[in-house]
């Protein structure tokens, strides 16, 4: 160990790190990680004498491999998943879904398109028209529950011999193999705040610093982060994580190339009343549902074993309105006749929810550098046309580690040029990139109304990505529809100002009073399963946030805070961490943070005309169910 | 100076009591709700007393600490990745069975005979740590069975602070009725030590004490030696669980005293 001077950030005084060499230092421990980890640990146990994993930085050791990951456990902090399991399952061919926890095969796949049974819903005029023609021949059709099943579901959906899981169940049962090998070493609660740059190459980490106050200024107990120095990074921190944006500032992203789509994934994890036979859900069964609570919200059931159930919805980016909001939307969600028939009288498990980055290929950032390479979602590696992401994201991990132990044999550095010619080849010659291909303009209708979304999503989907809707993505900023325009409320002006204003002065948030002004009807709580956003938070998220590290979500420039009417960093907030402040600039608690993200993109305005208002930096804690 | 101390802690693991918990009675037992599925801590309590060792350890030059801690050995592999970042410790893992329902007596002389082995082990420089109470659904004995099991007469429960003197004594605060703590005086090593809940707070995540941990963990827990506990005869006829309830209320502007009055007033108009 050493002791070296490196700048955490610039707008930090430098402090004295130690300094830690390894070979591989990894960051973020999610399904890209883990493909990682797997197949780096398969090639090196099977040839443990192979000079390739000798330690190049601790001379007479093994290969030194470490992984940070920011949530307190490496099964918290995740969402779960129905996937295709194609990369996971040629990672393990013989998996038998019954080892892992909450795990199951997929036995059958609906989908649903659920009508508004409340009336509150913002539906166009052809969408209602649409309504009436179900309501009016739901005999026929077969409407139930005020919910259309498609008679056929297009192919590019299916996920037939996939696999229901918990993300978090699945995360532990893949970390329990890795440190059952004792080849690697991974860290929970450990976050990275920033890459160590020499001009554009990476060469390591530099841990977050602990014992500081809220703005980050150390205390009397203060203890610089390590920074760890690595001939290869390998980041997996996902779409809002601390390195991976770093990256993005400094590298920009390709030509072209844009993150602007994203989407609030929220979901509970429902334990169901033991119903009488016929009135059950089986183990396997897969939901999707769009059209409700409101047309730009889908949503999705599937079903785990011992009488479990994962269900949630995705709030889009392009929902402009005010009221993108998702907690409320999903106890709204949950209470449609044609889920509640089974969800009633059930228990709240767990919750939890986090960001998406739906830009898929329009949102690749560079895969590789000198130094460094990135997996998973935060490498634009997420299907918005299969809704898939999990495999994907395991996927590109095993495609890097084969390219790490090709380059380790050879003797070569982790140079760009060594990693493109390697990783980045793999990665494009194989399912993922011709998926991704096909998929790339698969979301341009959207932002024009649902219907046309799902002509051009369907489109794109049918024709393999050969045609799809001309169209641009604008920016995230750009697609909060501005309050004073007076589209966004769907109530009268005066009725909004004075919303509006309630909201300004502290009292009921404006999505939250939109929504009711709209005719949503307010939740009963039950106790159980209805509880208040607070009461998810610690029952069924079990959130938590260790003393000592600095805010992670910080208002650059508060003044632009104050006049700012939409204030969607507020609406949503999976954690209502971010609340009306007294001085009307938004006040944070990280104690209530689930590290979603959300509030990166959820920011209308910009101090510098580039980024958003909102940083949102490394931090530590978060969610700690390991059900989700 | 003291003598350098070989201070073995004994810690089992427990389901995260964040998580959901729910009792069960299977055809083992008693036990938890998909307890396999639960993410695991270090007992609390046990806990508390691993970073007073490490403590103690540090400030008397030469010392050494261990962590004999029973479980199964992918629960105990998970808790380290945790708990290996706190404090330097050697670990001795036993591979046995997850829960606390396990005979208490069973439990001991698997953990008295593992400590016995400890190569290196001074048995007259021994301080024996443990939680006072476990998370375990233990009965809370098992501290004082090993103690006994391994010869040490000298124990104390409900320790809260530990005064090391240069001629090897040592002061010891333990908890008694009324909040207040009983003072003793010990002539000196071995002896056991149940920990309250200590005075120190929990240890931030040190990345280069969990770089040097791990370099022995995962070897240790590689080679975890399989117990079986035998049960004695011990049989459950019933179980309850401790009446509780929760009300959740997020304060941010009480003043600690505010807060104390309404406790205050709660409890005394149940």
Redesign the interface.
């Known amino acids: 160990?050493s002791v070296d001077t490196i700048a955490a950030d610039a707008s930090a005084a430098a402090p004295e790190r130690?300094t830690?060499e390894v070979d591989i230092a990894c960051v973020g421990f999610g399904p890209a990680m883990g493909g990682f980890l797997t197949t780096l640990t398969r090639a090196w146990s099977e040839h443990p004498d192979d000079p390739a994993f000798a330690s190049k930085v601790a001379l007479g050791m093994p290969l030194q491999v470490?992984c940070?990951e920011r949530a307190?456990?490496?099964?918290?902090g995740v969402s779960g998943v129905v996937t295709r399991g194609k990369g996971i399952r040629a990672s393990f061919p013989s998996l038998n879904p019954a080892e892992i926890?909450?795990a199951a095969s997929i036995t059958t796949e609906r989908v649903l398109y659920l009508l508004d049974p409340i009336g509150a819903s913002r539906r166009s005029f052809a969408l209602r028209a649409g309504d009436s023609v179900l309501r009016g021949l739901g005999g026929l059709l077969g409407v139930k529950d005020h919910a259309f099943e498609l008679p056929w579901t297009p192919g590019f959906l299916h996920k037939h011999g996939g696999l229901v899981l918990s993300l978090g169940?699945f995360n532990?049962w893949v970390?329990?193999q890795l440190?059952?090998s004792?080849l690697v070493?991974?860290?929970?609660?450990?976050p990275v705040s920033s890459p160590i740059f020499a001009g554009d190459a990476v060469q390591g980490l530099n841990?977050a610093d602990?014992?500081v106050d809220r703005s980050g200024a150390p205390t009397t107990?203060f203890?610089a982060g390590?920074a760890?120095r690595a001939p290869l990074t390998v980041v997996g921190d996902g779409p809002v994580g601390a390195i991976g944006q770093a990256l993005d500032q400094r590298l920009g992203l390709p030509p072209g190339h844009a993150q602007s789509e994203w989407a609030l994934g929220m979901k509970m994890v429902i334990e169901l009343p033991d119903s009488p036979e016929g009135n059950q859900l089986k183990p396997g069964t897969v939901w999707h549902t769009f059209g409700y609570p409101e047309p730009e919200i889908f949503g999705f059931l599937y079903v785990h074993p011992?009488r479990l159930v994962s269900v949630g919805i995705f709030v889009p980016s392009w929902m402009g309105d005010p009221s993108r909001t998702a907690y409320r939307y999903l106890q709204h969600y949950i209470q449609h006749p044609a889920l509640w028939r089974y969800l009633k009288d059930g228990t709240l498990?767990?919750w939890g929810a986090k960001s998406l980055q739906e830009s898929g290929k329009h949102g690749e950032p560079f895969l590789t550098g000198d130094g460094f390479a990135r997996i998973g979602e935060g490498s634009g590696s997420t299907n918005m046309l299969t809704g898939s992401g999990v495999d994907e994201a395991w996927t590109t991990g095993v495609q890097l580690a084969d390219a790490v132990v090709e380059l380790l044999r050879d003797g070569k550095p982790f140079s760009r040029q060594n990693l493109a010619a390697t990783y980045e080849a793999r990665r494009r010659a194989s399912w993922i990139e011709r998926e991704a291909d096909a998929a790339k303009n698969a979301r341009n209708g959207f932002h024009r109304g649902m219907v046309r979304g799902m002509f051009g999503m369907a489109l794109a989907g049918l024709s393999r990505g050969r045609l799809d809707l001309v169209g641009g993505v604008p920016s995230a900023r750009e697609q909060i529809r501005p309050f004073a325009s007076g589209k966004a409320a769907g109530v009268d002006a005066e009725q909004a100002e004075q919303l509006a204003r309630n909201a300004r002065t502290g009292g009921r948030p404006l999505h939250d009073a939109l929504m009711t002004a709209r005719g949503w009807p307010e939740i009963e709580l039950d106790g159980r399963l209805l509880v208040t956003q607070?009461?998810a938070l610690?029952?069924g998220g079990?959130v938590?946030a260790m003393p000592?590290f600095a805010d992670h979500v910080v208002f650059r420039d508060p003044h632009l805070c104050v006049p700012c009417a939409e204030k969607t960093c507020i609406a949503l907030c999976s954690g209502q961490a971010i609340t009306q402040g007294a001085d009307g600039v938004p006040a944070f608690?990280r104690e209530?943070c689930v590290h979603c993200g959300a509030c990166l993109w959820n920011c209308a305005h910009s101090p510098d005309g580039v980024g958003a208002n909102i940083e949102f930096r490394a931090g530590a804690g978060g969610l700690?169910?390991?059900?989700n | 100076m003291a003598h350098a101390l070989h201070i073995v802690v004994c810690a089992g693991v427990v389901p995260?009591p964040?998580?959901?918990l729910e009792p069960v009675t299977g055809p083992n037992g008693p036990g938890l709700k998909?307890e396999?599925?639960?993410?695991a801590v270090l007992d609390p309590w046990a806990a508390c007393a691993l970073y007073e060792a490490a403590h103690l350890a540090t400030a008397v030059p030469g010392s050494k600490v261990w962590l004999v801690s029973l479980g199964p050995k992918?629960k105990l592999?998970?808790v380290m990745?945790?708990a290996g970042?706190k404090v330097s410790f050697e670990l001795v893992p036993i591979d046995g069975p997850i829960g606390g329902f396990s005979d208490a007596h069973s439990t001991a002389a698997a953990l008295a005979e593992a400590i016995a082995l400890l190569p290196g082990l001074e048995r007259e420089h021994l301080l024996l740590f443990g939680g006072w109470e476990s998370a375990t659904r233990g009965a809370g004995i098992t501290l004082q069975l090993v103690g006994e099991r391994l010869g040490i007469t000298e124990q104390f429960q409900g320790v809260d602070q530990i005064a090391m003197r240069d001629d090897g004594s040592f002061e010891v605060l333990e908890r008694v009725e009324g909040g207040k703590h009983q003072v003793s005086v010990c002539a000196g090593t071995p002896a056991v030590l149940g920990w309250a809940t200590g005075n120190l707070p929990e240890p931030?995540?040190?990345?280069?004490i969990?770089?040097q941990n791990?370099r022995a963990i995962?070897?240790a827990?590689?080679k975890a030696k399989p117990v079986t506990l035998a049960a004695n005869g011990l049989r459950y006829a019933a179980l309850s669980l401790p009446k509780q309830q929760?009300e959740?209320r997020?304060e941010?502007n009480l003043s600690p005293d505010e807060i104390a009055q309404e406790l205050v007033d709660w409890m005394t108009a149940e």
Do not use: C, F
């Not at chain 1, 070493?185 to 450990?190: E, H, V």
């Not at chain 1, 700690?624 to 059900?627: F, I, V």
């Not at chain 2, 396999?36 to 993410?39: A, G």
């Not at chain 2, 931030?204 to 280069?208: G, M």
């Open positions: 160990m130690p830690m470490v940070y307190d456990d490496i099964s918290a926890p909450m169940q532990q970390g329990s440190m059952a004792g070493q991974i860290w929970p609660g450990t841990l602990q014992g107990d203890m390590m760890v011992d498990r767990s607070q009461d610690l029952i079990k938590q000592g608690e209530k700690h169910s390991a059900e | 995260d964040l998580q959901t998909n396999m599925v639960l993410p992918a592999q998970q990745m945790t970042q931030r995540n040190n990345p280069q969990g770089m791990m995962m070897p827990l590689q929760r959740t997020l941010k």
